[in-house]
């Protein structure tokens, strides 16, 4: 049977340690080598082995005793990380990767006294720091526990003095105890440092009753121009079903690159929703301003989904302005037959076909043809149709 994918996930995250160690001025032994192959080899046992050897030459290697930790839960033997963990922590007391894996072992075994007494050795030995509090309250989370997350939330930010550090564990904990706005107002401080975070802004808020909808857009948008939050703030206003909504949130920021970023995501997620005439507002306005053949089509797409055939040419000329004929033919003449046949402009879609034929293969000349018989029949003339489709035969 394959690795758990938490196994996987912390195999590859070794794998970034072994990488980036001669980098940062870390040696990387031989037994860690050794280790990293034989678990990617489904050897734990050997795997468990080659760090156990490391671990004895240097008791504080974290990537030894992150090895360790999860071969031993492969193997079922969390219990016998603990002495190991012990050692390695009074060798570098201050390394907060060892301190964490102690409280997840222990969390692993129930051992509910030991795991507190852990939390608070760490807290004491190192007390400005927010890697405890955040660590635990993660796992309380985890647990369900939100009465007890809250408490060392609580704590955590009176005796740093600050809540600095712990704003995602503070908004996710407001969201699971339904307190929303509280919520959304830590996200905003989060993603004002971290907007890597918007995903799991969007996940923690999407739930959102109705009635507190107002106030999560209140204190998303904070006054700011947070492009992280405006980002998530219009994804939670497109699943909320207020699409226009969605874009306003976003329209009027500063023209740099967060902008043009912000504008692209939400074109994909609106059409993703099928928000087509939104999709296409955020396309059109990172078309002023970084005009591509590829935003101009997509605009066009957008306006053909959404009703608007005559919007839809005047993109697609836009794109072709940008394009040679050869490009045009398979590019952009699709979507300008469409858009006249839409428009039951026969003549000209005739004319375009005409016009492109040269730089058409045999199998892009039938399909267009097609598109221009439809041209015909919504104009009445349905023998035209046929006998532009008898070329086919």
Known sequence: MRSLSAHNLGFALSLTLFAVAPAVGQQVSGA????????QEEKYHQAAAAYREALVKTPASV???LGLERVYAQLGWPDSLLPILDRSIVAAPKEPALRAAQ???LRSLGLTDRLQHAFERWTRDMPGDAGPYREYVRMLLQDGQLRTADSVLQRGRSRLGTGRGLELEQAQLRAAMGEWALSAASWYEALDRAPYLEQAAILSLIATPLEMRPAVRRDLLAGGRNVAARRVLAALELHWGAPREAWMVLR??????????AWSEFARRAEEAEAWTVARAALEALLRERPT???ALRAARNALQGDDPAGALTL?????????SAEAAIVTLPMRLEALAALGRA???????????????????????????????????????RALLGNDV
Request: cysteine-free; glycine content about 4%.
């Open 316 to 324: 697609v000329g836009l794109a072709e302005q940008r394009l040679d």
């Open 347 to 385: 003549a000209e879609a005739q004319q375009a076909l005409e016009s492109y034929t040269a730089y058409a293969t045999p199998e892009l000349r039938r399909r267009h043809r097609t598109l221009v018989a439809w041209a015909w029949v919504r104009a009445g003339d349905v023998a035209r149709a």
């Open 252 to 261: 009027d920021l500063p023209r740099d690159t967060a902008t043009f970023t």
């Open 63 to 65: 990537m030894a005793l």
């Open 103 to 105: 409280i997840r072992t």
């Open 32 to 39: 860690e080598q050794r280790g990293l192959l034989l678990e």
């Open 293 to 295: 053949s590829d935003i």
